[in-house]
């Protein structure tokens, strides 16, 4: 498997801070896996906090992880996943503009097939020892996609958000859905629509809800704020399901893929 706190990385990233409390923007993201890993690398996701939390300084940045795994399935080939969790404490626009952005960039830049250089919005630079090609894509986690409901009311939650009292009766789950995911060539600078790599999340952004908030017991607030897109072009997705265990405050996703012929 391969961890944000990889040892390696740690070298090679020293002016990142790891396993400090408070986790400073490293929240424990990996990719376990029983086939080979071919490459691993992390790619920083700029600060957003909200000026209503105290933000990550220059030392305290989100990381998203990457390994590339070697499926030995002849349909899907070598396939590119993602760990993530974006920032709580900020906006959707931020979160899809800044964070989000950031990782889409590195798709393209490596795993789109094209000879594409994104800006993603982070001044670390990073040498990636992967080769760049086209590979099937699939990223997953905490996008905190939580700006609907009463946490609209709560500033350290959505405090700064241009949208945060807008798409009223929408969650930020339909929103995402319905503005980003599968648009993000609209991100991209000099990106054509025909060199993107389409994402997709199985998922239904209402009725599957991956975090529930109770006060004395009541749910006060729902919503899909887990995610796990699947490369359109790549993969299939052939059985999905939503988690009903209390081992964590989230629901855990679960898909079987398989390539696309």
Sequence with gaps: GYHENDESDQQKFAR??????????????AILTRLDIIAAYPVVMPCVRNRFRPKH?????????????DTKIAAIGEL???SLHMDAYSGRVQRANVQYKAVYADIMRHHSGYNITQDNGSDDVKIVDVEKKRR????????????????RFINSMCGGDELRYKMWGMSEA???????????????????????????DP???????????????????????????CDVEKLVVVKKCVSNVDVSDHEYLLCDIKGKE
């Design 16 to 29: 990142m801070q790891y396993n400090t409390a408070p986790h400073n923007g490293c929240e424990g993201n």
């Design 57 to 69: 300084d220059h030392l305290k940045r989100h990381t998203a992880v990457v390994a590339v795994i």
């Design 80 to 82: 590119a996943c993602y």
């Design 136 to 151: 099937a894509v699939i990223v997953g986690g905490d996008f905190n996609t939580h700006n609907h409901g009463v946490a």
């Design 174 to 200: 339909q929103w995402w859905n319905r503005f980003v995911i599968g648009k993000e060539v609209h991100l991209m600078e000099n990106v054509k629509p025909m060199q993107t790599v389409r994402l997709k």
């Design 203 to 229: 998922f239904d952004a209402k009725r599957d809800v991956t975090h529930t908030a109770r006060v004395a017991g009541v749910a006060v607030w729902s919503g899909k704020i887990d995610w796990l897109l």
